[in-house]
């Protein structure tokens, strides 16, 4: 699983466990759902303070947030870690920046899978210039007029074609 998709299922993962809301039922769960005592023990310990709210949620989520636990056991404590202060960065962003970047996450998804590794890779480009560079390049982007970023935009496309 690639990178951002794990680091969104975790966020999800983190928003069900910070907000309350229940993933797994603990009596019968429909045919598909998962009863808590389906979950493998660590499961369980990861999802504990909602073993009592649970079967609140249709049963594909249920699947989503038990294999998301899985996910999240398979990181190294400093992935957790990491983890945990990108989700309360997240949290502490105010609701129309997240709504944008959600927004975003959907554009980029919708993208074919060609062009979705292409800015995945001109992103990894763009990490590895040095710091005062990376700054100049935002803040060029900040500055611009629409009509330049859109002859940037057409720039950047005639030298992807050459």
Do not use: C
């Amino acid at each position: 699983m690639n990178g951002l998709r794990r680091h969104f299922l975790l966020m999800l993962v983190g928003t069900a466990l910070s907000t309350g809301v229940g993933p797994l039922a603990v009596g019968a769960a429909s045919p598909d759902g998962i009863e808590w005592k389906q979950l493998k023990p660590e499961q369980q310990k990861v999802l504990k303070k909602f073993e009592q709210r649970g079967g609140d949620l249709p049963p594909d989520r249920q699947q989503r947030l038990s294999e998301s636990a899985d996910h999240w056991l398979a990181l190294s404590p400093e992935q957790r870690q990491q983890t945990k202060q990108r989700f309360n960065n997240w949290q502490q962003l105010p609701e129309p920046r997240r709504a944008q970047i959600r927004q975003r996450y959907r554009e980029f998804r919708s993208l074919p899978p060609e062009e979705r590794e292409r800015l995945r890779k001109a992103f990894r480009k763009f990490q590895e210039l040095p710091p005062e560079q990376r700054k100049r390049l935002r803040e060029r982007w900040r500055n611009a007029s629409p009509e330049q970023r859109q002859r940037i935009r057409e720039r950047l496309r005639e030298r992807r074609m050459n």
